[in-house]
């Protein structure tokens, strides 16, 4: 049940805040008179951190798949050998 609510909190974590942070931004870039007006640079650098968290939600609900697919049972990750 945690592991479903960190991936749905997270999901909604980046569409209500993050995703509508990022549109402002570029909002903010489009407006001459805006101070202080977010360059090209600012816009890249938050969409690359906007990457890395929608690559922490799809391997948290790729991970929730395979429970799903072991019939809601925890999955053996293999060990990694030293």
Sequence with gaps: ??????AVGSAQLLMSQKFQQFYWLCQQNLDPSAMPR???QDLAGFWDLLQLSIDDVTVKFDQLQQIKNNNWRPVDSPEKKV
């Design 1 to 6: 049940l945690g592991k479903i609510r960190s």
């Design 38 to 40: 977010p360059t090209s």
